[in-house]
Structure formats: structure tokens, C-alpha cells
């Protein structure tokens, strides 16, 4: 009880105790008053009722007030999490609890036609430029930590065009768009600030990550956490998802209300490791399986942190004029689940690259709904950038769509077709290649797959194309048919999206136009870059850090 009314008189100190919200707040203390069982007789105001109703007051106070003047250019928060499945959300249905994410996309628009790539780097490049994987190289896996490649420096960035249009800038969270020199760091490329770590994955924990380039990787660990350009080594124990929610509150609380502002908030979560703080794994006692108990606990770990990251908008007031955009990054990776969906996490299949996505914000014209446009992550850039009032005058040309209109009011998608990816260095030893209807108009060996209209025709190897669904006991899974053998396959996504009836020999002329459209695209790719690992990066040689070798 002390403690809740020493945070009550921080809030309100006695100079202030005669402002008129004093009656207010007694009124509303008469609402919340908890009464004990008739047995006590005593009257009991608990210290929950007590923050309920400083919680209002705060509120009120802010509303009643004079407010300091506010940006007419809009807030921009983006939330990105890593391998996050589309059964594993519960508004899919899921058997995990994501009342927060939940309540957002219900109140604003669901994507449900809304596609990302298949694998972390690609999908944030993408993000960050609205340019396909193609135009700058990207084309084959992710960024590694023991390579010396990033996103090329040469592409304008989405923070580097909101700075532009006045914007403070902050990412929190994974960045994984390549480290090997400063000038790739999240600070030199747009950034005001930067909070989280560099490479694609760590312990949720300790920050840390097996060190490859040594003999013994899995008995030493190198650090990557960082603050700015400084290693953050006063968090080492605490729980990044927890981590990333305090310093985004942070950032919104002291944030100039004059400015807008963008947050990009790509959270580790839930990427591998599974781990979760125990609190959040006993939430899900009732499941059998210890990984997936693992799982979903770390899933709605990450539920809560948005659902504090929100209430800090509002309590600061800036909720009314932000726009709150959620996505994956890929489809989960076998330790979540992307049902009906086939496949996951580094495939082509849906279950790899339809993701889960939604915007809330007041700015929205038709809200509660479900939109069933063709949008894409590259169409980010340019929405975001026109929500801006800034332009794409400059930036090299685009593949993304601006698609506000489409998101807020429900117009046509501008957008017709995604490619999805041509990997070159992916190819199909399958010896009946030069068998396949129009191989000579696109190497149907490569592994490649592009969506135009309700059609979707994949090449080469897409990956595992099983179907996996979480029960509360264990994984449901099954096993792929019709794909040994063959490197060509062609869908109805619109009638078939679960991709279990191959249409390729019925309709042989959409596979010759989607052939030619991979071929089109293939003609303006330029080489993926996939350098050797370099011995420099070992952070044994830079005092056990990831970061900057070069």
C-alpha cells in the first residue's frame, strides 16, 4: 500500500493536491473501492484499484491540460518479429495467447493476403529499401556475422527519407543488414539510435552467440549487444524481449512531441533459442510438449511487451496520431507452426512467405476488418515514406506499392505479382530439367517462385513442403507428396492457398507467362554476393565482440 501511494504522490506532488482532478480522483477511488467478505467488516482498497485509478488520473490530467504543440505528421511504429507463424498468432486460432496482438488487429485491418521473404536478411532489406532482393545481391541466404557483406551502401534507406521529413529515428532490436565495416551500422544508415544486437540470432539472455570461426564453438561465446557503437554489458541476465519493450517506453516517454517518430522495433522473438522466462512457460502448463510450452511462453512474452509499448503511447499521447504497423519477418521455423499453410521457414512454399501482418492506428479510415489485397514488405517503403509527407524522389527505382488507400480505405491493391525470389545458386539436380515444359525460357532447375494474379509457379527446390499443426500433446505433421522428381509447380492461391492441387499440366500456357515473367525479372538481377568467410571476424581478436572487423 506504501509503495503504491509513494508512486501516487511522484505522480502528483502536494504542490498539486489542490488542483481540482483532487475531487476527481476521489470520486473514481469511490468506483474501484474492493469490499472485504462481510466476516472482516473493514473496508479495503487494494493496491491494484489504486493504480487503476492513478492510471486514470494520469490520463485525465494529460486530456485536461494544456498539451504542448504535436507533429501533424504521424508516428510511425513498426513492429517486426522473427519467424513468427501464422497458426501461432490467436487470432488464426491458435493455442497460444496473444491478447494484445489480438486486440490491435481486430480493432484495425488484418492482412491476409500479405506475403515477406522467406528468411530474415531479404525480408528486412526489403523493408528497408522496396527493392527486391534481386537489384542489390541478396538473392542467396542471410547475412552471416563471419562474412563481409551487408546491404550495399549505395541503397537509400527508409530512415535516411524519414529523416528527411523530419523524423527522429530509433531501431530496437535485431538489426542483420551487415556489420563487417561501421559504415553498415544501423547509426550510419539512417538511424538516430540503436539498441539491440547486429547478427541474426542469440541467446535471449546473455547476448551472446557461439563464436564459429574457433575450434570449440559451443565452449566459447562472443557477445553482440549493443548501444549505439558501444557494447551494452550492463544487461547481461536480462530477458531481451523485456529489454526491448523498456527501451522503446523509454524512447516514447522522452521522446520531443514536436518531431514524429519512427520506431523500428524488430524483436528477437521467437526465434531460436527457445527461451522464456519461467513466469511466461507456466502459463502453459496444460501443454505436453516442453518445447512448445517454451514456444508459446515466448510468444507471449513478446505479446505483453506490445501491449506496454502501446499503453506508453497513449499514456503519452501520442496514440491518436500514430500508425502501428505488425509483421513477421518469415513464416516460423519448425518449432512453430504456419497452419494450413505448407512448409516453413526457408521455403518457398506459403507457409514460408505469407505472413502475418496488421495496422492499427486512428488515421485509419475503415477499421475492424479484414483485407484480403495482395500487398507485400517492399510496398512499406513508399506508404510509409507518403504517411510522411516525404518523397521517393532519389531512391533508385522501387518494387514496393504505396498502399494506404488500399490498407485505410479498401481499394484495389495496385499491386499484380510478387517474385518472390531466384536464387541461383540453388539448383535442382534433377536430371528431367531439360524435360520441363519452357525450361529454355527460364532454368526451371533454379530454385525460384513468383505470385501474379491468383497464380503462384515455383522452380527448382522450394524447400520442405510439409504441413505441420501444434496440437497440446505434439506436432501433427504431413509429409509432402508429388515433389521428388519434379521442379516445376503451379497453383491457384487464391482457390488452392494451402497448395495441395498442382495445376502445371492443365494449364500449360500460365506456366509459359509465369516463365516469362522469372525470366524478365532474371534479366535485371544482379549477382547474388556471397563472399568467403573471412578469419578477420573472429571476435576472439576483437575482445570477444561481434561487430566491425574491417
Not at 516460423?332 to 521457414?345: E, Y
Request: hydrophobic share 35%; glycine share 8%.
Amino acid at each position: 500500500m506504501s509503495r503504491v501511494l509513494s508512486g501516487f504522490l511522484r505522480v502528483f506532488p502536494i504542490r498539486r493536491l489542490l488542483h481540482p482532478l483532487v475531487i476527481l480522483f476521489v470520486l473514481v477511488l469511490t468506483i474501484f473501492v474492493g469490499y472485504r467478505t462481510l466476516e472482516t467488516g473493514y473496508l479495503v482498497i487494494s493496491d491494484e484499484r489504486i493504480l487503476e485509478a492513478v492510471s486514470m488520473i494520469k490520463r485525465s490530467a494529460v486530456e485536461t491540460t494544456e498539451k504542448p504543440p504535436q507533429t501533424d505528421k504521424p508516428n510511425i511504429i513498426f513492429i517486426l518479429a522473427d519467424d513468427y507463424g501464422w497458426n501461432d498468432i490467436g487470432y488464426h486460432s491458435s493455442l497460444i495467447r496473444t491478447p494484445n496482438l489480438d486486440r490491435l488487429a481486430q480493432d484495425g485491418v488484418k492482412l491476409e493476403n500479405y506475403y515477406i521473404q522467406p528468411i530474415c536478411s531479404p525480408s528486412r532489406a526489403q523493408l528497408m529499401t522496396g527493392r527486391y532482393q534481386i537489384r542489390y545481391g541478396m538473392q542467396h541466404s542471410v547475412l552471416m556475422s563471419d562474412r563481409p557483406h551487408g546491404l550495399p551502401l549505395d541503397e537509400v534507406t527508409l530512415p535516411q527519407v524519414l529523416k528527411e521529413s523530419g523524423y527522429s529515428t530509433h531501431i530496437v532490436g535485431k538489426w542483420h543488414l551487415g556489420h563487417f565495416k561501421k559504415e553498415y551500422l544501423p547509426t550510419r544508415r539512417g538511424f538516430d539510435t540503436f539498441f539491440g544486437f547486429l547478427g541474426g540470432g542469440e541467446d535471449y539472455f546473455t547476448h551472446r552467440i557461439p563464436n564459429e570461426v574457433v575450434e570449440t564453438p559451443d565452449t566459447y561465446r562472443a557477445f553482440d549487444f549493443w548501444d549505439g557503437t558501444s557494447p551494452c554489458l550492463t544487461e547481461n541476465g536480462t530477458y531481451s524481449t523485456h529489454l526491448f519493450a523498456r527501451k522503446s517506453i523509454e524512447l516514447i516517454d522522452r521522446h520531443d512531441k514536436t518531431k514524429p517518430m519512427f520506431l523500428y522495433l524488430p524483436f528477437q522473438a521467437v526465434h531460436a533459442p527457445l527461451e522464456a522466462p519461467q513466469e511466461f512457460i507456466d502459463k502453459y502448463k496444460h501443454i505436453r510438449a516442453r518445447n512448445l510450452q517454451v514456444y508459446a511462453g515466448l510468444t507471449t512474452a513478446m505479446d505483453e511487451a506490445v501491449g506496454n509499448i502501446t499503453r506508453a503511447l497513449k499514456d503519452n499521447g501520442m496514440w491518436e496520431n500514430t500508425v502501428l504497423i505488425f509483421s513477421t519477418d518469415n513464416g516460423a521455423s519448425r518449432a512453430g507452426s504456419n497452419w494450413p499453410l505448407r512448409g516453413f521457414k526457408n521455403t518457398l512454399w506459403e507457409g514460408g512467405v505469407r505472413g502475418v501482418g496488421f495496422v492499427n492506428s486512428p488515421l485509419l479510415k475503415e477499421k475492424e476488418r479484414t483485407s484480403d489485397a495482395l500487398l507485400h514488405i517492399s510496398d512499406w517503403f513508399p506508404t510509409i515514406v507518403r504517411l510522411a509527407g516525404g518523397s521517393t524522389f532519389g531512391v533508385k527505382p522501387l518494387d514496393g506499392y504505396d498502399v494506404w488507400d488500399t490498407i485505410s480505405e479498401g481499394t484495389p491493391s495496385p499491386r499484380k505479382e510478387i517474385l518472390h525470389n531466384i536464387d541461383p545458386l540453388i539448383v535442382s539436380t534433377n536430371s528431367e530439367a531439360s524435360k520441363v515444359f519452357g525450361h529454355k525460357t527460364f532454368n526451371t532447375a533454379v530454385t525460384a517462385a513468383i505470385r501474379v494474379g491468383e497464380w503462384k509457379l515455383l522452380t527448382g527446390n522450394p524447400g520442405n513442403g510439409d504441413w505441420q499443426l501444434q496440437s497440446f500433446d505434439k506436432k501433427i505433421r504431413e509429409k509432402s507428396t508429388g515433389v521428388r522428381g519434379k521442379q516445376l509447380w503451379l497453383y491457384n492461391i487464391r482457390d488452392d492457398p494451402q497448395e495441395r492441387r498442382e495445376l502445371s499440366a492443365e494449364y500449360p500456357e500460365v506456366v509459359k507467362r509465369l516463365l516469362g515473367r522469372l525470366a524478365a525479372y532474371n534479366e535485371t538481377a544482379v549477382p547474388v554476393y556471397w563472399p568467403n568467410i573471412d578469419p578477420r571476424s573472429n571476435p576472439a581478436l576483437h575482445g570477444d565482440l561481434v561487430g566491425p572487423w574491417m
